[in-house]
């Protein structure tokens, strides 16, 4: 789609998602007494990471932005919570660190689990697994060809043979 539908697109979506994410940052999720204040300063540095990663950011960090907004925004709330234990000020305290005790470390993997039943596959277990995906690997396929017949007529290029479905059909599905 040009730019002219995606960008008012865009806004859209954002400016109505903005009311949420003010919201959500006056809510409490914690049982403590803490500022929304508080709350609202580790939302705008969150806020004002992404947009410096985003505009300032090289490479890898344009890739990543939220992620390291959020790690930011973490850090800041965890600086108020040791200040809030070490100066005893309840308003302070945004972070439960009780919830790290009884943690689970190490997550349960369902691919430890799953490869015990791998003697248990049969040809009606495969034909079963064929059935359901195909349909989609077909889809997927049909989309792909149809993006770069698209594109070949907007830059004028023949995609298909240039880079050629050879390199790009796997990477896609």
């Not at 349909?135 to 070949?152: C, M, R, Y």
Request: with cysteine; net charge neutral.
């Amino acid at each position: 789609m040009p730019a002219v539908i995606i960008g008012p697109t865009v806004a859209i979506i954002g400016l109505s998602l903005a009311g949420n994410a003010i919201g959500d940052l006056t809510k409490q999720f914690v049982p403590s007494n803490y500022s929304t204040y508080v709350s609202i300063i580790c939302g705008l540095v969150t806020l004002f990471t992404v947009i410096a990663c985003s505009v300032f950011g090289k490479k890898m960090v344009k890739m990543i932005p939220f992620i390291i907004g959020i790690l930011a925004g973490y850090l800041v709330a965890s600086l108020f919570t040791v200040a809030g234990h070490l100066f005893d000020v309840e308003s302070f305290k945004v972070i439960d660190f009780s919830v790290f005790k009884t943690m689970k470390w190490l997550p349960d993997f369902t691919f430890i689990t799953a490869y015990k039943g791998v003697k248990d596959i049969d040809f009606a277990y495969i034909g079963t697994i064929v059935v359901a995906y195909a349909p989609v690997a077909f889809v997927v396929f049909a989309e792909h060809i149809a993006d770069h017949k698209n594109l070949s007529t907007i830059i004028e290029k023949d995609l298909l043979n240039e880079p050629g479905l050879h390199r790009t059909l796997l990477g896609d599905g």
